[in-house]
């Protein structure tokens, strides 16, 4: 089994690196996501004990002083450290300008995703994932779609 520091590929290409014994996380390790984020931990027998999540944005969650997108401030992270576009300059991603998504997709955060076949590819249209019924309906009820993408209004001359 796998013992030491080293590196290991999951299937869905995340990367481990950090300490392993027995064939498990053990000790000091870090999980680093295709999409750019990753999750730094202390890990026991396979487990994190205690750890700090990272976003591709390098964003970091803390679950004491969690505030972003809480139901009272509604800004993306981008606005926070950069601040508002002028009126009337929508920004509908964290991203800016947003991914262009492809016709009848929507974009689910790590990816597009295709409620026909049910797939969720990333942004550079690997495959992620093959996507649940609760996932799917979740993507359906809160993700922007393609032809959600607003335009900007040209008055008549």
């Not at 013992?3 to 869905?12: A, M, V």
């Not at 509908?92 to 969720?120: A, M, Q, S, W």
Request: contains cysteine.
């Amino acid at each position: 089994r796998m013992e030491g520091f080293g590196y290991y590929t999951l299937p869905t290409g995340t990367v481990y690196r950090g300490e392993l014994w027995d064939g498990m996380f053990h000790g000091p390790g870090e999980l680093l996501f295709p999409s750019g984020g990753g999750y730094r931990a202390l890990w026991v027998r396979g487990v994190p004990t205690q750890g700090k999540l990272t976003f591709a944005d390098g964003l970091e969650y803390d679950e004491e002083k969690w505030h972003y997108c809480d139901g009272y401030d509604r800004r993306f992270y981008t606005e926070i450290c950069s601040g508002f576009k002028p009126p009337g300059i929508p920004q509908l991603t964290n991203l800016d300008p947003p991914k262009i998504i492809p016709e009848g997709c929507y974009d689910c955060g790590d990816g597009f995703y295709d409620p026909k076949t049910r797939v969720v590819v990333d942004y550079k249209h690997k495959f992620l994932r093959n996507a649940d019924n609760d996932e799917h309906e979740w993507i359906l009820r809160t993700c922007r779609k393609a032809e959600d993408i607003t335009t900007e209004h040209t008055p008549k001359p």
